[in-house]
């Protein structure tokens, strides 16, 4: 039997307390003996600006996960399956192609990978617009993107030396980057606008997810708002692969596992998406970081390693309703 959708204002609390709690254990645990100047500079100069890569990564993957799902009302809508970040990923693989001194230049990964996800973005854009489309459509276009986009990423490396190589198959794992504040201010813009953006649409979202003739029948105009939600994705998205590399299943398990254990309103999920997505990934580095000791796994490892049986679970549920609850 399904829960009626509850207050927002209980998650929220308990998951601004996980967020809090594995923040102080990512910044504090196992710090090494350095001497009060050195671990001051452990502390504030590396792995506070990682922490709040994290926050912000996670958030915006965690709301436009959410936002996905309820639009094309399927679980299993994300940027990955709409082709968003496999898009930031050819065009950063493009960028690693670019001899800059023999070295990974972030300005032109980041330019790069932007681009890709625009790309692609439009594209399902433009496959959103079209009149009469239906959501089913607008999958299956992201999904032959994001296939054709990592066929092509893996020639790609064919064509690069050792060395791009290496760096590339570094990138793509995903991870957390030890970057120094100034990169932090560089993605707070995009991912405070995603994120904003997708939790000010919030009730328009929620009225889509009832069924586009409904919310029409209430004047919302779905494609509008279909172009306006891949907008802000393809901003906030393209912004955390150019600095992170591929993060996937953020979006997949963070509203799932929300909607599964909470049971908010359609709209409440958002914001705590976006919560739930920076708790999930600071979580996630921090284990990464700490499950095998003088090693650091990363943090798009652990995610997928968390993710993918999640995926295969709601595969085998999608054929058996009860199973969803």
Known sequence: ?????????????????????????????????????????????????????????????????????????????????????????????????????????????????????????????GVATRTRTRLEEVLLAGVALSLAAGAISQALQLLADAHQTFAAAQWSMGQLPQIGYERVTWLVVPAALTVGSLIWLRKPIALSALGEDYATSFGLDCRKLRVQVLAAACLGVGATVAMTGPILFVGLIVPHVLRRAVSPSPSGLLPLSALGGATFLVASDFLGRELISGREIPVGVITAGIGAPLLFFLVVAQSNPKQLG
């Open 1 to 125: 039997m399904k829960r009626s959708p509850v207050s927002s204002l209980a998650p929220a609390l308990l998951l601004g307390a996980g967020l809090l709690l594995v923040s102080i254990l990512s910044l504090v645990y196992d710090l090494p003996e350095l001497g009060s100047k050195g671990q001051s500079f452990v502390l504030i100069d590396l792995r506070a600006p990682r922490l709040l890569i994290g926050m912000l990564v996670g958030a915006v993957l965690g709301v436009v996960g959410a936002a996905f799902q309820a639009l094309f009302q399927n679980p299993l809508a994300t940027p990955s399956t709409l082709g968003t970040t496999a898009g930031a990923t050819l065009f950063a693989f493009l960028g690693l192609l670019v001899p800059v001194s023999h070295q990974i230049a972030l300005p032109t990964l980041g330019a790069f990978a932007f681009a890709g996800a625009l790309l692609t973005t439009l594209v399902v854009a």
